[in-house]
Structure formats: C-alpha cells, structure tokens
C-alpha cells in the first residue's frame, strides 16, 4: 500500500449498481416449507447423531417392556435351579445365573417393564400436578399464587427419596408399581411446576398475548392457546431426564428394601439382591446396573438434545 | 481541528477491502463485503444503514470486538500507521480503549448493577494507565464524570447504576469512552434508546468535548437525518457494501445511488424537515404546491408523497367525535422505597382529547410521559382510576360481557414489537382469523376468504396463510398485525408505536399502507409515538404529552408551525436534521 494512493480531499463515491443490485424493501422470502419452533427443532435434532442413539435405545427399552419373550425364551422365576447358583455364562444363558439359580439376562428382560412403567407413571403425574399448578399459579397471580407457590415449596423442601422411603414405609402393605410411583411422583411434581410457572411468567407478558385480551379472547382461551403452548418447551426438557431419574428412584427405593417386593422382578431388586455376591458373581450385579445406567442415560441424553433443539441460543453456538 | 483538505495529513483509520464473515453450520455468511473507508484525524464520520447492513460488525472489527461466529476473512484496518488486524490480543487491549475508545448501543445494558458508577470508571482508568494511586484515579475519575456533564460528580461515584436515568449513564459511558484522550472514538449507535431531546443534549455534548480533545468520531446510525447533522461525511452502506460516501450535505441534497435515494425519500425527520420548510416557503398548506426536488424513486415509498396523497384525501367537512377522553386518570401504587411506606404514580393526570371519525391523532410524548397508559385504558387493557372514555358516543367504562365483545370488536390494536405481537406458535392464518373466531364471525370458509381478503389488502401474499411468525421480517409482521387489527372492520385503531421498531424504508410503506387503509376503510387512527418526525407525516392532531399531562393539542400544522410550549418547541428542536439547510 503506497501512501500516494491516498487523496485527503472526501470524494463522492457512488458504487456502480451491479455491485449492490437493490432488492424490493421488505420482500416476502420464506423457505419451501413452513417453520415454526417445533418444525425447526425436529429439522435440528434430526441432524444429530445423540438424538438417533438415545432413540434407538429408548425405542429398544419399550419393545422390549411390551414384548419380553420376543427377546428371552426362558422363565425368570421358573424352572430356577439352585445347582445353577452364581454360575457363569453357559450358550443358553449368556448372563450366567443369580445366587437362586434363575437366567440374569431373562430376569432383565421381564424386570423392563416395571422400571419403565414406574418412570412412565411417576412422569405423567409429575406432568400433570407440576402445569396444574404451574399453570394457574403463573398466570392466575396473586393470592392463587401464593397458596400454589408455598404448596409447592413444602412439597419441594422434602427430598423425594426420604418421603418415599417414609411413604413405602406406611405402606409397606401395598407395595406395587402403582403404589411407588405414587410415592415418588407425589414429591417430584414441584420442579416441574416451578419451571412452567417461571416461563408462564414470562410469557403471559408478551405483546401478542396483550393483542388476543384486546381481540376479546377469555383469560382461559389465552391461557390454553397462547400461553402453554409458548411455556411448555422446558416442561419437556424436564420431563425426559426426570423419567430417568423416576427409573433410578425406583430401584434405590427397591434396593433399600422399601420398593417393590421381591416377587416382582425389577432392575432394583436384582441389584439389591445382588450387593452380598459381589465378589464371587460379579455379573449379577454388572447387568442390571448397565441396563440401568443406558436406560437412564438415554433419557437424559434425549433431554439433552431437545433442550438444544428448543434453545435457538444454544444452537447458534456451535 | 485540522483542515482535511491539507496536504500531508496522515489519515487516522483506513480501511481497505475490509470482509467480514459469521461462522455458521452452513458455511461462511459474509456481512461485510469490502469496505474502504478513510476518516482524517479529528474528523467525524458517519456509516448510515438499516439493520443488517453491516455498520456495527464494520465499527466492531476495528477494535475486534466481533461477536462469537464473527470473523474478518480479508482486507486491512490502519490505525495510526498501524496495522490492526491480526494484532495479538495484549496488542489490541492496549490500544482499545487508550487510543480508540467506545461507545455502546444500550447505556441500559453497559454498566455493570452490581458496582457503583465511580468503581467502573475508576477501573477504567486503572487498566488504561492513565493515573495510579488510589487518590489520582478518584480525582480522575470525578473529572471524567464533569466533563461527562454530571453535577455534583463527586457524590455520583458513589451511586450504583440503577439510580442513573438513560441519559445519565449514556453520560457516563461517553465519558469512560473518552476518559483516556483517545484519538479515535468509536459510537454505536449511542442514542437510539434515549428520548429525542436526551439524545440532542448528549450528542451536543459528545460534540463539544471530542472537539475539544481533538477525537475523531466514528458514529453508526440508522437515522440519515441524524447522521447528516453530527457528521461531516457519510458513508452508506447497503447489504455489507458501501454504496454512497462523500460529504454529508452533498450526498442528502444529491443523492446518486438509487437506495441512497430510498433512504432520503423515507426518512421521517427529513421529510418532516422539508414539508416543514415547504409550508413555510409557500405559507399555504397545500402540500401539492411543495417545491421539493423530487427524487427519482424507482420502487419505496416517498414519505412526502404519501403525506400530500393523504392530506387531499383528507374530507373538508366536521365529522362527530369517534373518541372523547375526559379527565382520564390512571394512578399506580407502588411499593415505597424502603420504610414500608407506599407511593402513588399519576401516570395519567386528568388527560382530555377528542379524535374526530376518520382522522388520526398522535399521542407524542417522552418514555414516562403516560401515553401508552392512556392507550391502554382506552382499549380497556387497564381501568381509569377516574375520567371516562366515549367511544362514539358511549361509555366505556361500565361495558361488560357482551357488551365489552362488541366494543373490542369496533377497536383494535396494533402494538411495537412486530418480533412479539404474534403468537410464534400459530401460522399467520390463524393469527389472523382469532379474532372472527373469538367474535364468531361466519363459517370455515367464510373466514378463510376473509383472511384471504385481508391478506390482500396488506399487500402480503395469500401463501402465506400457512406460514409462521419466525419465517417473516419485521414490516411483514407487522403488516399481518395489521391485517388481524383489521379483521373485525374496527372504526377505531389504536397504534401504540405501530412504526417505531421497523426500519426506515419498511417503515415508510406502513405509514404508507396505513394512509391508504384509513383512506379506504374511513378508520380513525389513535396513534402513540415518541417520533414527531413521524407525527408529521401522518398525523392530523397531535396531542403532546409531558409527565401524564396533554401540554400542547392542535392540529399538525399548529403545533409545528407555532407550537406554544416550552417542551413542544423542545421536542421540536429535538428532530434530527435541524441544522441541515436542505435544497428545498
């Protein structure tokens, strides 16, 4: 760069058109499809490789809690020989055998569907309790909100392990899926709540819920059209790790010995059963731990990749 | 200051092919495409554009304060005989701030709460060098603070943020920016969220004190008007490129490139200059007899042309009031600061106006001014603490049920933000339609040919019924906030700054696109602004508003031809562009 290229006197520069061709002032210029939050979060996590894996997994959990037999031909409880106890893997029973003789891998089939319906169960009534109060305390205000609000802190003050292990406890008579979800979702639903409630917050101020109040729109009508469905999206990121963490809630309960009973075959139970053989039979505590942890993970890692879906800021960083 | 023209001057900054680029998942998306740009040591310049234009990112790249994904891909920044652009980073923190200071967008934004005033621009001055020892930084730092043009600068070191107004911290930053004697100061926009006459006081001010230091100024705005008057040069930029640079007043009177002429043609404190020294030239109001030279505008709107259409439409005869506000009250109560005590605000103090059928008012005030709390009593989004509202003729105050439906249904609102006056989640088809639904209005397809009917009168094409918020720009949104104001053939729209956040070309073809609907639908138009450049080009009655109170109501043409009060003539004054003479 030479410094007689340089004239000091300010020239009147005018970029020849070709350079810039103007567009029409505010042209109409969308993509071939609609798009909206949802839409685009779907495209989004359609691209990543964690949304596939933890999919595949969760998909793999359910068929094998609806269909057990489809995986394992042999009974878990059936046809248990004691000849068999702590054995090593054999062809027929890949997993080896627990201390009572039975097939590890059988036994972890049929124990999915109790831990996945406890998750599913514990998830839907922390759902429900968490926008219902959530919901009505965010957007009703003031004296509903605070009866809500401190309701949901003395629920929340609780750890809902100990209130669990307190509630098993009372009723220790009626231990069944029902009952331990029950006890688990009964302290759970207030995180749940206070997400939606501070997004309703957020939310119910926005100008296009003020244009639907001027259109003459009902304060219900608004709460159900406009408000939820713009607050719902952390609820969901919530709800998917919370289900894994429903999962392991269940199983420390049953491996304290206040869960389920050990009739009922859980992931739980087994490793509670299996702490005293840890040295001798590794293996019946190795599994049902590993299925455990990639169940777990998988909703978590699922919660995860919605949460980056959901969260434009987030995306823009990568 | 030096005379540019001299020989043998150096320039301060020179920009040569300067490319910027954001990193995305898709590749490289340029926001600057080659820039050159030269400013002369104690000179001020001026970079004018709309938004995503690339006037920030270039302003940014000189100090390399790009955000994130932002890189400069090519090109070259010479500070002082230096070259900027791959300096290390201890390099550049050095002459950030001591040689180019900086002055940020949101004064509201750029302080940090949780230390007090005198902290920050102590800290300032610690990193820059320019005193040591803990008694000469405070003597520094209340001088930075006086010339900033705060009293009694001592006892503000003191105060936290929160206890500064806007314009007081946007004082504070100035002066940070300034605090090291910098050779070159850099203002991103630094008054666009301040009140008009803030924002002349600061930039008076910002004018003073750089011509004293002897600081040449880069500023970026969005406002040509602005621009024109602060800076001796323009520089306009289009897409990421240059398309017009010269001396100020050579590029507003001559205009060459076809979107500088777009700009010129719709900036409103321009337009409201000209018609303004129009009326004054011809002393009739007849805004046909304008002797304006009449850009060539190709497509855009020329906002000129789009007053006088409007003011021949205009009916001659007295039509009945559409809207009489009397007495209207509002007082809040807030929480006293501390001792338990309460407080009450008047946030609207006995405010009475009448709009005639058919014609627009402006409400113009300041932030605070109570305008938008008027706004919202009338549309019953707030009730009046006392005073009454008739809206043809009936009282609104004691409308409930079906009755509160119907008169929603004879006025509608549109609001600012295009970004959040629609729903993200719903398509445009169903925005627009909500209301003929809440207001059960026809079958299926007697709303949908609505829709589609309304659509076309905001001149947005009907495959967009289908579409969402988040896939249309800021004017399309509001065009569609429009179409759902108008779907229930309202008598009445309230527009509570319906213009304020689009961009001046986008701007202008919905001031436009209002003229044209009122003329079409004979609406009555309440609109809330804090913009009387805008005021002017729309507006057939202005009412100002000052601390909850109407000061001044005349009509247009009154209140700036002769306006009365003290604080009309203040805002008034405040209309960028007032020193411009322009070749009317």
Redesign the interface.
Known sequence: MSNNSFTPTPKHFVAPLEETPLVAIDAVNVGERPSNLWIDAWRDMRRRPMFWISAVIILLVIVVALFPTLFTSVPPNDNCQLSNSNGGPTSDHLLGFTKQGCDVFSRLVHGTSTSLSVGIIVTILTTVLGILFGAFAGFYGGWLDSILSRAGDIFFSIPYILAAVVIMSVFSAYRNVFIISLAIGIFAWPATARVLRAEILRVKNSDYVMAARATGVTNFRILVRHVLPNSIAPVIVVTTISLGAAIVAEATLSFLGVGLPNSTMSWGNDISAAQVDLRTAPQTLIYPSLALSITVLAFIMMGEVIRDALDPKARAQR | MSD????N???LL?I?DLQVGFQT?GGIVPAVRGVDL?L?PGQTLAIVGESGSGKSTTAHAIINLLP??GRITGG?I?FDGKELIGLGSKQMESIRGREIGFVPQDPMSNLNPVWSIGFQVEETIRANGIASGRKNVRAHAIQVLKEAGLQDADKRLKQFPHQFSGGMRQRVLIGIGLSSRPKLLIADEPTSALDVTVQRRILDHLETLTRDIGTAVLFITHDLGLAAERA??LVVM??G???????SK??LENP????TQ?LVAAAPSLASRRIQSATHATATHALSDLEYAPTKV????DLIAAAEERVEKAPAVKRPDAIVVRDLTKVYKIRGQGKGSSGEVIASDKVNFSVEKGTTTALVGESGSGKSTVAKMI???EDPTSGSILIDGTDVAPLKGKA??DL??RM??V???PY????????IGNTIS??LQ??KVGDRTARKERVFELLDQVS??KS?I???P????G??RQRV?IA?ALA?KPDVVVLDEAVSALDV??QA?ILKLLADLQAELELTYLFITHDLAVVRVIADNVCVMQQGKIVEAATTDQVFDSPQEQYTKELLNAIPGAGITLGV
């Open positions: 540019p023209t001299t020989q001057v150096k320039p020179e040569k998942t030269t002369m994130g994904p070259s010479t001796e040069q289009y897409k490129k240059i398309v017009e640079a010269g001396p050579e590029i060459v490139h076809p979107y777009r190709t497509e855009g709107v549309l019953r989004l509160l439906l929603r249904r509608q609102p609001f600012q933000d959040g006056s629609l729903d993200p989640l719903r398509n909500e209301p809440v207001h947005l094409p967009l289908t579409r969402y988040n896939e249309l720009s004017g399309q906030a759902r229930l070309l986008v073809q």
